[in-house]
């Protein structure tokens, strides 16, 4: 089955980091660039960065939101991509989701989302 | 910062059209995606490259573009049709992607 599966959310204080997870299967994840996008709860979407292939030398992008706090690596010998969040605040609590792009660059592959919350 | 603008709401009545537009100075040069999202559901993608239509979406969902403006509509709408709907495009550059504040449909 084609999927995409996020993991490593949970409840953290203001500050600390955070690592989450994109676990992929059924495609072949070494030439797929990988999204993350974020909802915080009765708020829309938020495209939070990127990382492409090895073909495009791992390319790195961030939204200036989270551009210096946040960054995206991959380790393609275990289909996964990961999230790397520190000095978190209240404001990122929110679902987050990983996605892909196909060739016509349409995000029309989702993961389910993990939850993060940020609080004292 | 680049920015895509929504309306946050269009209501319409179940048989009418509701046209839903997306508003950004990047449009007439970068592809405009429409997203799909109902509560507690990941986005579905309902229209890619202005006025594509993926399989399996009904023909009643269209796009469009003009200038800096790019409409999606939807012809006839249906009570499941009721969702948020998002635009998303790239900046000028095609690095950055971003998405548009959302649009709330209701067709009662």
């Known amino acids: 089955e084609v999927q995409l599966v996020e993991s490593g959310g949970g409840l953290v204080q203001p500050g600390e980091s955070l690592r989450l997870s994109c676990a992929a299967s059924g495609f072949t994840f070494r030439g797929a660039a990988i999204h993350w996008v974020r909802q915080a709860s009765g708020k829309g979407l938020e495209w939070l960065g990127r990382i492409r292939s090895k073909t495009h030398s791992y390319a790195t992008a961030y939204a200036a939101s989270v551009n210096g706090r946040f960054s995206i690596s991959r380790d393609d010998s275990k289909d996964t991509a990961y999230l790397q969040m520190n000095s978190l605040k209240p404001e990122d609590t929110a679902l987050y989701y990983c996605?892909?792009?196909?060739?016509?660059?349409?995000?029309?592959?989702w993961g389910r989302g993990t939850l993060v919350t940020v609080s004292s | 910062s680049y920015e895509l603008t929504q309306p946050p709401s269009v209501s319409v009545s179940p048989g009418q059209t509701a046209r839903i537009t997306c508003s950004g100075d990047a449009l007439p040069k970068q592809y405009a995606y429409w997203f799909q999202q109902k509560p507690g559901q990941a986005p579905v993608v309902v229209v890619y490259k202005d006025d594509e239509r993926p399989s399996g979406i009904p023909e009643r969902f269209s796009g469009s573009s003009s200038g800096t403006t790019v409409t999606l509509t939807i012809t006839g709408a249906q009570a499941e049709d009721e969702a948020d709907y998002y635009c998303q495009s790239a900046d000028s550059s095609g690095t950055y992607r971003i998405f548009g504040g959302g649009t709330k449909l209701t067709v009662l």
């Open positions: 996605t892909r792009p196909d060739v016509e660059m349409t995000f029309d592959l």
